[in-house]
């Protein structure tokens, strides 16, 4: 069964503390992942796709990266304006997407 | 260009009652999803559709039912509401470029569902 989990569930960090989020699949012919930042009361906005293994992507302060087993998206230096919940998903049949729980990271001034 | 659009925005259902949830996207994608979320889990699949007339069972299809009748509009129904359906709701829609289906989605802003 296809599998996405996000760890940790929450991060507190302070404005300039760089950190990393997890993202590990198991999901058979892996086709891709991204990642989606979700702001409260909103719809997740795209932010990256990474298609095969050593593949990073960089955003601003974000950058991803991902291997066989899993993706990072690393946090350097932080501002408050980063504070949301971080989405992972793998794509399946049809666009489909199996989303992880999310990780909510909250940055303080 | 408005992507994909959601409306209501929130709504509070009494038990047994029905509704229909609206999304309309403008970016012509043939591909179309309903998800709900629910808080500490992630999204899961309720819809979807590939194209006008086609629709298929996502991972938690019971107690709602789906139609596409044009490119544009993909509503959701919701029959006899339960309190399990208590929930945000999210329309996404994707572009079908060939064998490279993995783009990326386009959310809508949601609605948020409440049965009591």
């Known amino acids: 069964e296809d599998q996405v989990t996000q760890s940790p569930e929450a991060l507190r960090l302070q404005e300039g503390e760089s950190s990393s989020l997890n993202c590990s699949y198991t999901?058979?012919?892996?086709?891709?992942l991204f990642w989606y930042r979700q702001d409260p009361g909103k719809g997740p906005e795209f932010l990256f796709t990474l298609y095969s293994a050593g593949e990073e992507k960089e955003k601003e302060r974000l950058k991803a990266t991902l291997t066989k087993k899993e993706s990072f998206l690393h946090i350097t230096a932080p501002k408050p304006e980063d504070s949301a919940t971080y989405l992972c998903?793998?794509?399946?049949?049809?666009?489909?997407?199996?989303f992880g729980a999310g990780t909510q990271v909250v940055v303080t001034p | 260009n408005a992507g994909v659009t959601q409306t209501p925005k929130f709504r509070i259902l009494k038990i047994g009652q029905s509704m229909t949830l609206q999304c309309t996207q403008d970016m012509n994608h043939n591909y179309m999803y309903w998800y709900r979320q629910d808080p500490g889990m992630g999204l899961k699949l309720i819809y979807y559709?590939?194209?006008?007339?086609?629709?298929d069972k996502g991972e938690v299809p019971n107690g709602y039912n789906v139609s596409r009748s044009t490119t544009e509009d993909f509503p959701l129904r919701l029959e006899l509401a339960a309190p399990s359906q208590t929930s945000v709701y999210f329309c996404a829609s994707t572009s079908d470029r060939g064998t490279r289906v993995n783009t990326e989605a386009f959310f809508g802003q949601g609605t948020r569902l409440t049965v009591v």
């Open positions: 998903a793998v794509p399946l049949s049809w666009g489909k997407l199996q």
């Open positions: 999901v058979s012919g892996l086709r891709g």
């Open positions: 559709s590939v194209g006008a007339g086609i629709t």
